[in-house]
Nanobody, 121 residues
Framework: QVQVVESGGGLVQPGGSLRLSCAAS????????MGWYRQAPGKQRELVAA???????NYADSVKGRFTISRDNAENTVSLHMNSLKPEDTAAYYC???????????????WGQGTQVTVSS
């Protein structure tokens, strides 16, 4: 089994910064993709940013230039550095991992429980 745990959410003023962290543990051979999604009340969950094991990144247009995703393959961790935060960034943020548990095995998706980010004055 795989456990995914996020940390680092909280309340921040508009224009402020936060750093979210996520760690995956358990039976892991390789993590193909690690990413962050968010879901605001009444809205669908959306991709914020993702990074492959090779370092390729993908960002939602709404966060480009403000958020930076990074990962440590050896530690199975991923971080999201969020700058210039706006009230519309308020949401529950979820860490998503696509994990291969053994050599030539299939990839399965595992999610964390979420961490709340609130941007408000």
């Amino acid at each position: 089994q795989v456990q995914v745990v996020e940390s680092g959410g909280g309340l921040v003023q508009p224009g402020g910064s936060l750093r979210l962290s996520c760690a995956a543990s358990g039976t892991i051979f390789r993590i193909n993709v690690m990413g962050w999604y968010r879901q605001a009340p009444g809205k669908q969950r959306e991709l914020v940013a993702a990074v492959t094991s090779g370092g390729s990144t993908n960002y939602a247009d709404s966060v480009k230039g403000r958020f930076t995703i990074s990962r440590d393959n050896a530690e199975n961790t991923v971080s999201l550095h969020m700058n210039s935060l706006k009230p519309e960034d308020t949401a529950a943020y979820y860490c998503e991992t696509e994990v291969v548990q053994y050599y030539r095995g299939p990839s399965f998706q595992y999610w964390g429980q979420g961490t709340q980010v609130t941007v408000s004055s």
